[in-house]
């Protein structure tokens, strides 16, 4: 019997360009208006079944398809700006700087939507409208809303998310089977890992122009999958670091990772990199051991897609143990070694990246 005020819910195959997730769980749920403000937010949710639940998103919020026809509730000063990575850092640190933010919400839209559940985060005020902005926000809305806060700097708090996110909407028996599957494949590549006694030095590189290195779950990932990142920050903020710290760490193999950044824009920014000072003499540029991978759609984004680039890291660091994840060439939109090639000059002058 369905209780009055609730509705029955049937998850629906989650897919992403490399794996499908799919659930057919019955559960009875209370019917819910949510707004998503964050990518990993709208993936999580969706992974859950409740694409239909959702009535705006945020500007970022790409997949799965069906996001990209739900109302934008936030805006972008620097987005799609087709500024180089210099200029993107000086950008938001001077919004930043100057508004406390370089994000903005479409208020009357949102009052507009009448939302149940927002989605938000504390992890990053670069990344998506910061919590404070938008719980004071709700308090004035009709209901109010219920905030759920989104703050993972580690793999299982990536699961915790998804559990908390099932709880707010009343969908908890499928984030367990959600998290089960995710968790199974996570276990798949540990103990295939475990098997390599290599653990390659790996820099797993969040930016590019200044640099910064990994932090929250990316050194975690490479850990699990094989590997050793000398200069990421373990279940830390990533910081800016001085070039001469990748000089000295000698990596032998570079991940360009950039947050926000596709393969295609990644691979413009491994034209600047390869003009830093030293570069030729690290062991990833002799050995050609470097790559660029979709960071906006997997490694940036913590969401059920972080499994996935659990998956390519250990392609990469590990072909021969996991051929199925290894990168093939061009047709694979996730990841793609990259080839020296001569430097192209940039529309502005380059700055050398030094310390903070």
Known sequence: MILEGLA????????????????????????????????????????LGLMDEIVGVSHECDFPDEANARPRVTHCSV?????????VDESVRRALRENGTIYTIDEPLLR????????????????????????????????????????????SDIFDDIRHVAEACGVSPVADEVVARLSKRVGVVRRRASRTANRPRCFLMEWVDPP????????????????????GRK????????????LDARPEIIVLALCGYDVDLARRDYQLLQRF???????AARRGELYAVDASAYFARPGPRIVDSLEILAG?????????????GSEDAGVARLKPQPAQTQRTCHQLPGGS
């Open 8 to 47: 029955r819910h049937r998850a629906s195959p989650f897919c992403s360009a490399r794996r499908r997730l799919f659930l057919y769980l019955d559960v009875e749920m209370k019917s819910c208006r949510i707004v998503s403000l964050l990518p990993a937010a709208t993936e999580i949710a969706a992974a």
């Open 79 to 87: 987005h799609s700006t087709g500024l180089t990575s210099r200029e």
């Open 112 to 155: 507009q939507l009448r939302p149940d559940v927002i989605l938000t985060q504390k992890l990053c005020d670069v990344c998506a409208v910061g919590y404070g902005t938008v719980a004071r926000l709700a308090e004035t809305l009709p209901g109010p809303p219920r905030v759920v806060n989104l703050e993972p700097s580690s793999l």
């Open 212 to 231: 910064f290195c990994s932090g929250h779950w990316g050194p975690e990932l490479i850990e699990i999958s094989g590997g050793h990142d000398p200069l």
């Open 235 to 246: 279940h830390q903020p990533s910081v800016q670091i001085d070039w001469q710290a990748v």
């Open 277 to 283: 000072p030293g570069f030729d003499s690290l062991p």
């Open 316 to 328: 990469i660091l590990h072909p021969e143990e996991f051929p199925e994840f290894a990168p093939h």
